[in-house]
């Protein structure tokens, strides 16, 4: 009985509560960052809905990402809006046009040149911006179940950024019916 009180008060003085958030981040980012290249090159399976599942799982991760920031609200936005309704749109287009593999595209080497332009434009304006700002370990989220405050914060100081996130959608959907297009002959 002895041991058994010592092993807890060993694994306490372990994992402190400052730590643990730590240790919780490191955690979601590193099942955010896996998830999310499982959706994109999937050795498990060639089957879409296989990465759109992955995608629902990257979706929770992001939204453990946000329970440590203290945004509850988009939290729960997160899981019922991306991982409940887009998904579900996602994989009702995926299964409505069953491709089978040989009518899939085949992949030109234009449209892979374009590709890694966006990722190296993308990559280098993420750098740029993260180079340009500062990083105060101190900060606090200051909207912190307030709803109303969110939304005049998110339409005016962060209405651009909501706009990409929004086109960014617009983009993956349009991208996911013309990869899945048949060719015409």
Known sequence: ???????????????SPTLLPDIMFYVFAAFTLLFGVLV???PFSRNPVTSAMFLVLTIISMAGLFVLLHAFFLAAVQVI?????????????????DLKEEQRRKVKKVAVAAAL??????????????HATSLNAQASPTTEGDTALLGKL?????????????????VAMVGVIL???????
């Open 154 to 170: 998110l339409f005016s100081q962060y209405v651009l950024p909501f706009e990409v996130v929004s086109v960014l959608l617009l």
């Open 81 to 97: 809006v991306y991982a409940g309704a887009v998904m579900v749109l996602f994989l009702f287009v995926i299964m409505l046009l």
């Open 40 to 42: 994109v090159a999937n």
């Open 117 to 130: 332009l966006s990722v190296g434009t993308i990559v280098a304006i993420f750098l740029k911006s993260l």
């Open 1 to 15: 009985m002895e041991l058994g009180i010592f092993r807890m008060e060993a694994l306490n003085n372990l994992v």
């Open 179 to 185: 990869l899945s297009k048949k060719d015409l002959k």
